[in-house]
């Protein structure tokens, strides 16, 4: 069984920066991909960012340039440092690892970018 941790979510004005964390415990296989999905009231999960075991990273479009993911391997953690936040990155932030039909999620972090 795998288990997900987020923390570092918040409340923060149009501009500002937070950095969300997920720390993985568990049977993790070392090849895997680990990212970041975000849900908004009335909308989809949507992805924001993954990172593969390799290196290799995607982003969303909407957050391109301004959010940047990292992981550790030897820690099992994966983190994501959001810049020049904007009111519609307002969403609950769920922390995903994947590895081939396993698809394990955390419970959530709110983030709220607001005046």
């Known amino acids: 069984q795998v288990q997900l941790v987020e923390s570092g979510g918040g409340l923060v004005q149009p501009g500002g920066s937070l950095r969300l964390s997920c720390a993985a415990s568990g049977s993790i296989f070392s090849i895997n991909v680990m990212g970041w999905y975000r849900q908004a009231p009335g909308k989809e999960r949507e992805l924001v960012a993954r990172?593969?075991?390799?290196?290799?990273?995607n982003y969303s479009d909407s957050v391109k340039g301004r959010f940047t993911i990292s992981r550790n391997n030897t820690k099992n953690t994966v983190y994501l440092q959001m810049n020049s936040l904007k009111p519609e990155d307002t969403a609950v932030y769920y922390c995903?690892?994947?590895?081939?039909?396993?698809?394990?999620w955390g419970q959530g972090t709110q983030v709220t970018v607001s005046s």
């Open positions: 995903n690892l994947r590895y081939g039909a396993l698809n394990y």
């Open positions: 990172a593969t075991s390799f290196g290799t990273t």
